[in-house]
């Protein structure tokens, strides 16, 4: 098995899903219709997709790995600072504090992956203070230091170790500018 064959599958799965989007732009206001381009396809292919939404983008749910499509331009900020801020931690050598995200295209749009978690706000409350507790005091300091929106919805647990999941808002955007 591949260490990241999460990857491999969540590719295929956007091989097959992207035509669903065909003529679609992804905006909020089209929410529903990307809702019911994923109906569609749970019911022609036979999966369970799940869909979430947040202020800046939609993902896509399955059972190991999560898409995010951004609302707006292809190439959107808030999934292109993730990007950012994980090659910064890499740099730093705090990666294995995020969820690793990584960029794929389909044609004209760019799909956003990264492995699925357990969401902190379904630990409990001693598990999401153990698993911070593992964390040395430089990992919280570098955590806090430069990520901006550290409330429990966007952590997660992975392979039992505390990660960020959406860290869109980094201090990181400086160089995007």
């Known amino acids: 098995m591949i260490k990241n064959d999460y990857e491999v599958r969540a590719k295929k799965f956007i091989n097959e899903f992207a035509p669903y989007l065909k003529g679609i732009r ?14 569609r396809f749970n019911a022609d292919k036979k ?27 292809t190439w959107a900020g808030n999934s292109k600072t993730e990007i950012l801020g994980y090659q910064q931690a890499q740099k730093d050598g705090y ?6 995200i990584s960029l794929y295209k ?42 901006e929106d550290l409330h429990k919805n966007n952590w997660g647990s992975l392979n039992g170790k505390l990660v960020l999941i959406d860290y869109a808002w980094n201090d990181f955007k400086k160089y995007l500018l």
């Open 26 to 39: 992804i905006t909020k206001s089209n929410s529903y219709t990307i809702c019911e381009a994923v109906r």
């Open 47 to 73: 999966r369970n997709v799940k869909v979430d939404s947040g202020v800046s983008r939609i993902v896509l749910i399955t059972s190991d790995y999560v898409v995010k499509l951004d609302f707006g331009t």
């Open 95 to 100: 990666e294995h504090l995020l969820a690793k």
């Open 106 to 147: 389909y044609r004209n749009r760019s799909f956003f992956i990264m492995p699925r978690v357990r969401v902190a706000t379904t630990l409990t409350w001693g598990s999401q203070r153990k698993l911070w507790r593992r964390l040395t005091e430089n990992e919280r300091r570098y955590l806090c230091d430069n990520f």
